[in-house]
């Protein structure tokens, strides 16, 4: 039985961090400076901090600088709110990121608005959505984006596939069905209330899961040949010493049957702070180029 090819999300990334340490090279020649990134952390969930490590450390192999602002989770909102508004008007500030999730006395939507949209990286300023519904992205949501970017890895044309898309959120769901639509894939969305759902992967030639259900989908939820995207992150296990990650794919068996599939982790994950990094570079030219 042939099993389905990884797809290969850190080898995928690193390809793409190369080019980009070469693009704020140039950039840094043409301008004399290197594009900026400010991330504001509220609070002490530790996986944020892990995920902010990350992305300082994936700033710094490609040249870019960033600021890291560290706030308590009994800061009032006024007060992230006036971070936020002088970053907006510092030009030296390239991309703003408020990392998710926050401590629930904070409004998120509320601070999303208040980004500059030509400096949210993150592309969840509606604003930005809906260039992107519009099908002229500004800044375009970074996970659905390295998920495209993977699907188009091993299916360049798009044309006429069937996508279904499990899970609604405004930070995967449905910015990842709007991406796929905008390359002439036909997409089912689906979420918690979806009937008949595995029939309906069934059916679907590209499936993108991001229910947060570890191992929901299961080898008979998969069209034979799918390319699958698992941006599921997961704890399995008892306790968190024996908790190890996994996705919402069933990967062991799903891979009997699929064509390609993702794996949790070094997929979905790696390609997501790529495409951060891309979008803090591409935040820099279009605010250059404003200001000429």
């Known amino acids: 039985m042939t099993q389905a090819v990884l797809i290969d999300g850190k080898l995928i990334a690193a390809l793409k961090r190369q080019n980009i340490k070469q693009h704020v090279s140039q950039t840094f020649h043409a301008f004399g400076r290197k594009p900026s990134l400010h991330v504001i952390l509220v609070g002490d969930h530790p996986a944020s901090q892990l995920y902010v490590q990350n992305k300082q450390a994936a700033c710094h192999e490609v040249g870019i600088d960033s600021c890291v602002h560290k706030l308590s989770e009994n800061m009032v909102e006024d007060g992230v709110l006036d971070l936020i508004k002088g970053l907006n008007q510092d030009p030296g500030v390239h991309g703003i990121l408020l990392q998710l999730p926050l401590p629930n006395a904070f409004n998120r939507q509320r601070l999303l608005n208040e980004i500059n949209p030509a400096k949210d990286v993150d592309g969840l300023h509606p604003y930005n959505l809906g260039r992107l519904i519009s099908g002229d992205p500004l800044m375009v949501p970074c996970t659905p984006l390295g998920c495209l970017e993977l699907i188009q890895s091993v299916c360049p044309d798009l044309r006429g596939k069937h996508a279904l898309v499990v899970g609604r959120s405004i ?122």
């Open 171 to 292: 930070l995967v769901g449905k910015p990842m069905a709007m991406l796929l639509t905008n390359n002439d894939v036909t997409v089912t969305l689906a979420h918690s209330s979806t009937v008949n759902l595995k029939q309906l992967c069934q059916q679907a030639d590209i499936l993108v899961t991001a229910i947060g259900q570890p191992r929901f989908i299961t080898a008979d939820f998969i069209k034979p040949g799918a390319i699958v995207i698992d941006v599921g992150i997961n704890r399995d296990g008892s306790t968190e010493e024996k908790a190890s990650v996994v996705g919402d794919v069933d990967r062991e068996s799903v891979q009997k049957v699929a064509g390609y599939v993702t794996p949790v982790p070094g997929g979905v994950g790696p390609m997501t702070i790529a495409c951060l990094l891309s979008n803090t570079v591409r935040a820099m030219t279009v605010q250059i180029a404003d200001a000429i």
